[in-house]
Structure formats: C-alpha cells, structure tokens
C-alpha cells in the first residue's frame, strides 16, 4: 500500500503565500507522475497541478504564474508553492501519486484565503 500524507494548509489573506507538502511512503513501485487537485465547497473536485518523473510540469490556467509544483525524488515528495493567493483558491487541497494506472490519494489539507 502507499500512503500520502499532505500538509502546510492554513488560513492565509488575499494575496499571501502557502506551501503544501505531500510525503509518499509506502510500496511504491514506479512513480508516473505526482499532481495536486483541489475541491471547494459544492464543487467537483478539480486538477490544478502535475509533475511528471521526468519533471515536466503543467498547471491549471487559472493558477499559471502563481503556483509552482517540485519535487523531491529522494524523498518521494511533491510540494506546491502558492503565491498571491485569492479567495477562489479556497479550498480542500488533495495529492495524488499516479504509478500507471493506478492512483493514491492523500487525506487532504484545508486552504482558506479570507480577509
């Protein structure tokens, strides 16, 4: 089995910064890629950022510019760096490992971007 355990949320105001952390331990095969996701309320959740193991990256349109994706491959961990955070980005902030097929998901961590 392989765990992710996500952490960094908070709350921040408009215009701060986060940085989620999200460790993967575990039996890990392969890694394919590893990617964050997030989900407001009463919404579907959606992609907002994937690192490839080759370190290709590709972000969502609206987050382009304000959040970075790395890696650390010796410690299986993928980080997301959030930079002028708005109140849209509110949000459950979800990691994913993909090893082929097969996805891991983490628990989840809570970003609040309020005044």
């Known amino acids: 089995q392989v765990q992710l355990v996500e952490s960094g949320g908070g709350l921040v105001q408009p215009g701060g910064s986060l940085r989620l952390s999200c460790a993967a331990s575990?039996?890990?095969?392969?890694?394919?890629?590893m990617g964050w996701y997030r989900q407001a309320p009463g919404k579907q959740r959606e992609w907002v950022a994937t690192i490839t193991s080759s370190g290709n990256t590709n972000y969502l349109d609206s987050v382009k510019g304000r959040f970075t994706i790395s890696r650390d491959n010796a410690k299986n961990t993928v980080y997301l760096q959030m930079n002028s955070l708005k109140p849209e980005d509110t949000a459950v902030y979800y990691c994913?490992?993909?090893?082929?097929?097969?996805?891991?998901w983490g628990q989840g961590t809570q970003v609040t971007v309020s005044s």
């Open positions: 994913k490992l993909s090893s082929g097929v097969v996805g891991y």
């Open positions: 575990g039996s890990i095969v392969a890694i394919t890629s």
